[in-house]
């Protein structure tokens, strides 16, 4: 079988530049590694030992252990634990090289069997996450020979080869394995090491590891803290890495040992209706858009982003593969028409004195931003701001009439669309959008194997959500990571991991601390 | 017969008190809405039918008659079960956070009990020096101005500009202010209680034997005023085993409070109800302590 090198998924994403932030690989110095110290890192959370059972956003488990492909820095797929991968042109069979000489943290060798054995045990064991649903598509999954795995899905699957960038491959013997995995056995550059959870994770650097001379470091630890500042520590010293909010950039911008960087993928923000069970008059065409003509898309991202926030109509941001120029510069919401929104409710018979928006968010000041808009129209608006859970629940009651959330960086874009599919994930935040021909049109997307021609066609599920005002993009902001100048190699991902085949921490090392003075 | 029971009631009394701590919390935690697999679910992409299946597997389908009967007999065989969250055994976690808060708590208790007897007594000492004033003074930072506020200014100071100090991981800071707040708390009610204890007559006679002042106040005066001094350090140091939480978030000293805290946020119950139930025994056995204390020091609770 001859192994294709793996197409480009994403073209590199523009933008970054000219956004006021300097490119971390520029500012590194060109000097031979150091080995030895301890990075520290303070990203997202780890909220189980188990790399299969993980349901949400991840940042530390790549650190001990890897995938059959990976996320570049640039969006694309590129080969991880497979040295090479191949998609039939029905779309149906995925085929993949082991790389050799890979060896798990206890020394046993990284097989065919291994990798079927994981595929196995998120198919038949684990109970939530999308890698479930992708894996039970599966028809078969087979070994022909000791560095071969073939994947037979039933239909064509174009997610996949994304998918899979976080489907851990884990040795079976791994303390757990039958049941909940308490101590991972991965064949990352650094093990499972001390786990505390909500407080730190240390993991030890892997002798083994198949990249010859890396890595670098002793230890990476991270700090697992939730909702805690971390500009403070950084400009003390005590941490290397870490994801700050945009009210701390001022203070570290002015700092010479920190350079600030972003993560590749962006948040988007979004105003959803109900899309479950709309209230009147809400299920008419002519007030969502008057609602969507009352939103000042650039007013909320300045609030929102700054000068860095990109305003857009769609789910991705210029640059990415997806994204539809045409479609954008079409946006009739690029600017608010209050005018015209009034307009629309005149004609739609609706008083707005008369009738109390009920508009639920996430406690998040910019939520705000997009309720007071909406009240300059004449609607009452009763802002119900609630914690992660509370959000969920009322989200889910379908009792409420507008929604205004952002969502995170994702491996794949299909991953995005699913949230809005009528049995997806999840899809309170887009209101339980319940469209047979939504579906299918994304479904068509998924099952078309042609980078190009997918890209029309998840763009065709998209004209939709816009043409049925399922949801009004506000815009698009990247989360900010700083990191000290001492950290050499490393630069935010397109995601949020830490390690991936052309980067993070398997190739960062620590330079000797700069001596310049503390701003 | 009558003394063995005076010794024996405060245990069982104790022993009560957490069973009956442990029962509130647990039905009080399950009246909280949402469970951990809405937490789960609002990280990202559990289908509602994963959903179903992943409550049934926990056991959180069952009634909560149901559910505090298999805790409390597991609990009562030192199972407290693993957290739904994290998987992991929750004594591990408990015992991960403890020496934490313990150590911080500790400390600042001994810096604040220090401050507070020094200051006192020398106030009592020397009546006419600015350490009377100090008592005020210390006692009015102790209720005006909050411990975080304090905790960023040190952090900018002693971390960043100065760079003395590790911003996260380090007690010294923390306890320090810690302890400053714990001796407000104490020293005014312990200063005013020596200065009624000065118009004792046992302690007039002593200033009339040409006692220094010093020994009047260590000697005579203190022991007068340990009760109250037990009293509220138990207070005290009860309330410095769950309330060190700003201080733990802020120096990165993940203690108990984190934990109860994230439990919480992450409805981790089994989590939760084990926090609840350890911090419990520990206040009531503090207080317990303080109790058994109070009577070998004061005769009069014995008669």
Redesign the interface.
């Known amino acids: 079988m001859t192994m294709l090198p793996p197409l480009g998924r994403r073209a590199a994403l523009a933008g970054a530049a000219g956004l006021g932030f300097a490119s971390f690989a520029q500012a590194q110095q060109a000097e031979t590694p150091r080995r030895g110290g301890t990075l520290r890192i303070a990203t997202l959370g780890l909220d189980t030992a188990d790399p299969h059972r993980h349901t949400g956003s991840i940042a530390v488990q790549q650190a001990y252990v890897e995938a059959l492909t990976s996320i570049a820095a640039n969006g694309t797929v590129e080969p991880f634990l497979a040295e090479a991968f191949e998609v039939s042109a029905d779309g149906r069979v995925h085929s993949f090289r082991l790389r050799e000489g890979v060896r798990f943290h206890d020394g046993s060798a990284l097989t065919s069997a291994e990798v079927i054995a994981n595929l196995e045990r998120v198919k038949n064991r684990v109970r939530g996450g999308w890698l479930v649903s992708a894996m039970r598509l599966a028809e078969s999954f087979e070994a022909p020979d000791a560095r071969t795995v073939v994947i037979r899905m039933r239909e064509p699957y174009a997610p996949l080869l994304n998918l899979l960038s976080e489907l851990w491959i884990l040795s079976p013997n791994s303390p757990g394995w039958d049941d909940t995995i308490t101590r991972p056995i991965g064949t990352g550059p650094f093990t499972f090491g001390d786990w505390r959870p909500k407080a730190r994770f240390v993991a030890p650097a892997f002798s083994g590891y198949w990249q010859p001379g890396r890595p670098y470091l002793a230890a990476v630890e991270f700090d697992l803290r939730d909702d805690a500042d971390f500009s403070l520590a950084l400009r003390a010293g005590d941490l290397h890495v870490a994801s700050v909010g945009r009210d701390k950039l001022a203070a570290l911008s002015r700092d010479p040992a920190i350079r600030l960087g972003k993560l590749k993928d962006t948040n988007w923000f979004f105003v959803s209706f109900n899309n479950r069970s709309p209230r009147a008059p809400f299920d008419d065409l002519r007030v969502r858009q008057a609602i969507a003509y009352s939103l000042d898309k650039r007013a909320f991202m300045n609030f929102t982003a700054g000068q860095d926030g990109i305003v857009t109509n769609q789910m991705v941001i210029p640059g990415n593969v997806h994204f539809d120029r045409a479609m954008h510069d079409a946006d009739a919401h690029v600017r608010p028409d209050p005018d015209r929104a009034r307009a629309l409710l005149r004609e739609a018979g609706v008083t707005p004195a008369q009738r109390r928006i009920e508009l639920v968010s996430w406690q998040e000041s910019y939520a705000q931003v997009a309720a007071q808009m909406v009240t300059r129209l004449g609607f009452p608006v009763n802002h119900v701001a609630l914690d992660d859970l509370g959000a969920q629940r009322r989200l889910g009651q379908y009792d409420w009439d507008l929604a205004v959330f952002s969502s995170g960086p994702r491996a794949d874009l299909f991953l995005r669309y699913v949230r809005m599919m009528s049995d997806g994930p999840n899809p309170v935040l887009w209101g339980g959008v319940q469209d047979p021909e939504f579906d299918a049109l994304v479904n068509a997307a998924v099952r078309e194997p042609d980078q190009a021609r997918r890209a029309v066609a998840y763009n065709r599920a998209w004209q939709r959500v816009l043409d049925r005002y399922y949801t009004v993009v506000l815009g698009h902001s990247q989360n900010v990571i700083a990191n000290r100048s001492e950290v050499q190699g490393w630069d935010p991902g397109f995601t949020w991991a830490c390690h991936w085949a052309s980067g993070g921490v398997a190739q960062a090392w620590l330079a000797p601390r700069n001596p310049a003075p503390r701003g | 017969m009558t003394r063995a029971i005076g010794w024996a009631a405060p245990p069982l009394r104790a022993l009560a008190l957490i069973l009956a701590i442990s029962m509130i919390a647990f039905f009080c935690i399950r009246a909280v809405?949402?469970d951990v697999v809405?937490?789960?679910?609002?990280?990202?992409?559990?289908?509602a039918a994963?959903?179903a299946?992943?409550r049934q597997?926990m056991g959180l389908n069952a009634s909560p008659i149901v559910q505090f009967l298999t805790w409390g007999g597991r609990a009562l065989h030192g199972e407290f079960g693993n957290?739904l969250?994290?998987?992991?055994p929750v004594g591990e976690?408990f015992l991960?956070?403890l020496p934490a808060t313990l150590h911080l708590g500790l400390l600042a208790f001994a810096i604040g009990l220090g401050l507070a007897l020094t200051l006192a007594l020398g106030a009592l000492a020397a009546p006419r020096s600015p350490l009377p004033l100090l008592v005020q003074a210390v006692n009015i930072w102790s209720i005006a101005v909050p411990t975080f506020c304090i905790g960023?200014a040190g952090?900018?100071i002693f971390?960043?500009?100065l760079?003395w100090l590790?911003?996260?991981?380090h007690l010294g800071l923390p306890a320090a202010i810690l302890g400053i707040d714990i001796a407000g708390q104490l020293v005014k009610p312990l200063h005013d209680e020596l200065r009624q204890a000065q118009a004792a007559p046992h302690v007039r006679t002593a200033r009339a034997k040409g006692l220094h002042p010093l020994r009047i106040g260590l000697f005579h005066l203190l022991p007068t005023a340990m009760p109250v001094l037990l009293a509220l350090s138990s207070v005290v140091l009860a309330g410095v085993l769950g309330g060190t939480l700003t201080l733990e978030?802020l120096f990165?000293l993940?203690g108990v409070g984190?934990?109860a805290l994230?439990a919480m946020?992450g409805?981790d119950w089994p989590l939760l109800q084990a926090t609840i139930v350890f911090l419990a025994a520990g206040v009531v056995l503090i207080n317990a302590a303080a109790e058994l204390l109070h009577r070998l020091l004061d005769p009069r609770p014995r008669r």
């Not at chain 2, 809405?38 to 289908?47: E, I, P, S, Y």
């Not at chain 2, 969250?85 to 992991?88: C, L, P, S, V």
């Not at chain 2, 590790?166 to 991981?169: C, D, F, Q, S, Y």
């Open positions: 809405p949402g809405d937490v789960l679910a609002a990280q990202g992409d559990l289908t994963q959903q299946e992943m597997a957290s969250r994290f998987g992991k976690l991960n956070a960023i952090i900018l971390s960043i500009w760079g590790p911003a996260i991981g978030v990165g993940p984190s934990l994230n946020h409805r």
